[in-house]
């Protein structure tokens, strides 16, 4: 039996929401652990893009993260009706839309100031006011948190795969600020994430992939 392939990079944000929605769908695919700095050129041919997570399936190149996602509700039978939603809410697309946009510039710029600028001074103001505008979106967060347990409602949606792998990230650049922040129900909402099963089951390491190897079913 031949399964999806799917190249991913287990500590990138987009590839996490794919590997975590397609968990969620029951589907198993190929996993291949990549190196960002040394791409496989099978992985290359596959998406010139050159960007994970990848997904070949039923003969296509699927190569945007949220497209995988919605390709796994749709082909699990839409079983949690992510893919009805997303497709008859202007409220979700448009919350994706900031969180990919807005949302991951401010925490490219809080994370990785120094990339933007030469003076250290300039850098520094560049990361404070770059998480102070994050900061505004983890407030609206944690606003919607304290009416239900999960963006999506009693369970986890498509809101909240989509997000957490970004606010965990903002939250890793730097951890003691981020848990001393009063965002009581982000906090809840995080954690409860984090020491989840399914976060556990799509973070598993894996070596990188090698050409002709077998690689790992996720
Ligand atoms: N819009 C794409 C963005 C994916 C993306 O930018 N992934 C990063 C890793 S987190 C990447 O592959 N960057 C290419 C590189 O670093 O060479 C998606 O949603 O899948």
Known sequence: MSYPVLWSFRRCPYAMRAR?????????????????RDKPDAF???????TVPVL????RVIDESLDIMLWACKRSGDRHGWHHDYHHSPELQDFIRR??????????RYKYATRY???????????????QQGEIFIWELD???????WLGGDRAGLMDIASLPFIRQ??????????????????????????????????????????GETTEIL
């Open 20 to 36: 975590l929605s397609l968990k969620l769908s029951a589907i198993e695919v190929e996993l291949r652990e990549i190196l960002l």
């Open 99 to 108: 969180l990919d946009g807005e949302f991951k510039t401010h925490l490219d």
């Open 170 to 211: 903002f939250r890793i650049a730097d951890q003691s600020w981020f848990d001393a922040q009063p965002w009581q129900e982000v906090t809840r909402w995080l954690s409860e994430f984090l020491e989840s099963e399914l976060f556990a089951s799509v973070m598993k390491k894996y070596p990188p992939w090698q050409e």
């Open 143 to 149: 606003k919607q948190l304290r009416q239900q347990r």
């Open 56 to 59: 070949e399936a039923d003969g």
């Open 117 to 131: 600028t030469e003076s250290s001074e300039e850098a520094d103001r560049l990361s404070r006011d770059s998480r």
């Open 44 to 50: 290359l041919q596959a998406s010139s893009k050159a």
